[in-house]
């Protein structure tokens, strides 16, 4: 007999809870009901992505209960007011970058300025990597087109 398919908002729970790392497979069958080839299936090569995440999380909780209260409420705003803006600054660059990448650009000038705007959006979305040193030719050849400057940057951003 056939097992039955499993909910796709069940998976997505499975999935979840692996990746916290704080789940093993059998608990994970145990929690949702299924045998564990079920639960040996879904996860199957499955990074725990997130297990770096909760153990920040716990280590900071921690540190926090050993606050007073006022201090925690200022701790909470100021990071909470810190991805606000992170958030806001995010959005902004990318929006930014679509706009740059659709204007026009008529000399050289016009490139290097789209060329600055791509690279400090890097630097905001990713950060700066000391490791890899990126040199940039000044001395551009004028006979590449827009599509082909587009692809250049398309290229630098996906690295």
């Not at 905001?124 to 050849?141: E, F, P, R």
Request: hydrophobic share 35%; charged share 30%.
């Amino acid at each position: 007999m056939a097992t039955p398919a499993i909910p796709n908002d069940t998976k997505e729970l499975i999935l979840a809870d692996f990746k916290t790392g704080d789940f093993t497979q059998r608990h994970l069958s145990q929690k949702y009901k299924l045998s564990l080839g079920a639960i040996n299936k879904l996860t199957k090569g499955l990074e725990k992505s997130t297990e770096h995440i909760v153990n920040k999380i716990v280590e900071a909780k921690q540190e926090l209960s050993q606050l007073d209260e006022h201090t925690v409420n200022a701790v909470n705003a100021v990071v909470d007011t810190k991805v606000k803006w992170l958030e806001y600054l995010n959005r902004a660059t990318i929006k930014n970058v679509q706009e740059s990448m659709t204007a026009k650009c008529f000399d050289q000038q016009d490139f290097k300025h789209r060329a600055d705007t791509i690279s400090k959006a890097k630097d905001v979305l990713i950060g700066k990597n000391a490791d890899v040193a990126v040199q940039v030719n000044t001395q551009v050849n004028n006979s590449l087109s827009t599509e082909e400057y587009k692809d250049i940057a398309t290229r630098l951003l996906n690295r």
